[in-house]
């Protein structure tokens, strides 16, 4: 399932207009929208990218010139860049984010016989890739309010054979990294970030990425740096294990055709790192953007009757227990937790009614308003995670049936944001 929906998000963000759901069928649903209304896309990669049109072809230009096409001066110079924005003393550009965790799980060793902490709400990538190393995932329930692993279950499911945990600064913003950290210290447990969805989000005024062993990123088109087409970067201060990382991304060859260790082709390639160069100088300002937006979203629609708040917001994140639904609440709309800045990958709402997420989203299609459910299935409930223990973990449960994520692109307009407001307005008035 999360892997058909992963062909839907691949299909969507690679045809130029972004996600824009198809027509609506006319019959058993809302009115249509009036005459100024003209559709929202979930996420336009063209009006970002044609924007940087000239920079972009001088850059391509630059690479085929060259005839250098396999990493080199365009690879350092973006993983130098990247390295100062984080704060991390090394980054290596490599050929997917999911490729990224791959190769911080290997370059630690972790295999099988070994378990790894992960949530169960995420992408796919994340418990997929410890999976291919033949470690077990193990699946922790989630913080309803940011999302993000409940820590106080990360420290029942730690046992002797937990060698990692891999926390999701999910949808942009971080996860409780003190508390997880706090965890990994006292034995011999590692913390991979994965920051996929969250490059240059803080916690405690640092980027997240940092504070692990390894911090993952990906520049997979959706995401707040995106690329064109595949690409991502791994993040470490450790040396050794930057260095194990760097001979794994080249099939563990030191010198050349030498193998020490089994490694795979994880390289990024010279022309997405010259694109991605053109894109980062403006990413504080697509950041600033995606946070406006979601102030003004959260501005206009906090007022409206059945709408809130999510309880944590401005709050430590302390997990279920301390996030509850609010009372009576038809909508409940995300925040920023205690100590973070939101880098804001999506806006995502919980509609905790049943059936009001699935009515919700048929609304906006009918007015071809982009939306998305990420994410429909926890990976407990995955086919293809069906031999691992059974474990019942109700919250992460609870949101893939309950939330929405809404248009949030930095160059969404307000008259677009307004839009969506009227739209989500009749569906509360109905
Ligand atoms: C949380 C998370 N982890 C990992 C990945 C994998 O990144 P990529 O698509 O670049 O392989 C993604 C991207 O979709 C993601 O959202």
């Known amino acids: 399932m999360e892997s058909s929906r992963r062909e839907v998000d691949e299909e969507s963000v690679l045809r130029p207009g972004g996600a824009i759901?198809?027509?609506?069928?006319?019959?058993?649903?809302?009115?249509?929208?009036?005459?100024?209304?003209s559709g929202v896309p979930l996420l336009d990669l063209n009006v970002q990218n044609m924007a940087l049109e000239p920079e972009l072809k001088t850059a391509f230009e630059r690479v085929l010139r060259s005839g250098h096409f396999i990493l080199g001066p365009e690879v350092d110079r973006l993983e130098t860049e990247l390295a100062s924005r984080i704060g991390v003393r090394h980054a290596l550009g490599v050929s997917s984010g999911t490729d990224a965790i791959l190769l911080a799980l290997m370059a630690l060793g972790i295999g099988p016989g070994d378990e790894v902490i992960c949530p169960t709400?995420?992408?796919?990538?994340?418990?997929?890739?410890?999976?291919?190393?033949?470690a077990t995932p193990v699946f922790v329930d989630s913080c309803p309010s940011c999302f993000n692993l409940d820590v106080a279950q990360v420290a029942r499911r730690i046992g002797p054979r937990t060698r990692a945990i891999l926390p999701v600064h999910l949808f942009g913003q971080a996860a409780d990294l003190d508390g997880i950290l706090e965890l990994a210290r006292p034995g011999d447990v590692a913390v991979i970030e994965d920051g996929a969805q969250a490059l240059g989000a803080q916690?405690?005024?640092?980027?997240?990425?940092?504070?692990?062993?390894?911090?993952?990123?990906?520049?997979?088109?959706?995401?707040?740096?995106?690329?064109?087409?595949?690409?991502?970067?791994i993040v470490t201060n450790d040396g050794n294990l930057a260095a194990r990382a760097r001979d794994l991304r080249a099939h563990g060859a030191r010198p050349k055709y030498h193998h020490k260790y089994v490694g795979g082709n994880f390289r990024l390639d010279p022309l997405q790192a010259a694109l991605l160069g053109v894109k980062l100088p403006h990413y504080d300002e697509?950041?600033?953007?995606?946070?406006a937006n979601a102030a003004y979203y959260t501005e206009r629609l906090a007022s409206l009757p059945g709408v809130a708040v999510t309880a944590g917001a401005g709050r430590a994140c302390e997990g279920?227990?301390?996030?509850?639904?609010?009372?009576?609440?038809?909508?409940?709309?995300p925040g920023t937790h205690q100590d973070r800045t939101h880098i804001w990958n999506q806006y995502t709402l919980r509609?905790?009614?049943?059936?009001?997420?699935?009515?919700?989203?048929?609304?906006?299609?009918?007015?071809?308003?982009?939306?998305?459910?990420?994410?429909?299935?926890?990976?407990?409930?995955?086919?293809?995670?069906?031999?691992?223990?059974?474990?019942?973990?109700p919250v992460a449960e609870s949101l893939a049936r309950q939330c929405l994520s809404i248009p949030i692109y930095p160059e969404l307009s307000r008259r677009q944001q307004d839009e969506v407001v009227a739209a989500i307005c009749t569906f509360l008035e109905s």
Do not use: W
């Not at 005024?205 to 970067?233: A, I, M, Q, Y």
């Not at 697509?286 to 946070?291: E, I």
């Not at 227990?321 to 009576?328: D, F, M, S, T, Y």
């Not at 086919?383 to 691992?388: S, V």
């Open 21 to 37: 759901p198809g027509p609506p069928s006319p019959p058993a649903l809302a009115p249509a929208p009036g005459p100024s209304a």
């Open 351 to 393: 509609l905790p009614v049943a059936g009001e997420r699935d009515a919700l989203r048929s609304h906006l299609q009918a007015r071809r308003i982009g939306s998305e459910i990420y994410y429909p299935v926890p990976m407990h409930r995955q086919e293809c995670f069906a031999d691992l223990e059974r474990v019942d973990l």
């Open 320 to 333: 279920a227990a301390a996030a509850p639904a609010p009372e009576g609440a038809r909508m409940i709309l």
């Open 286 to 291: 697509y950041s600033r953007r995606r946070r």
């Open 203 to 233: 916690y405690k005024g640092r980027c997240v990425g940092g504070f692990g062993d390894f911090g993952t990123f990906s520049f997979f088109p959706s995401k707040n740096l995106g690329g064109f087409g595949d690409g991502g970067l």
């Open 121 to 134: 709400f995420t992408f796919f990538a994340t418990a997929g890739c410890v999976a291919r190393v033949g």
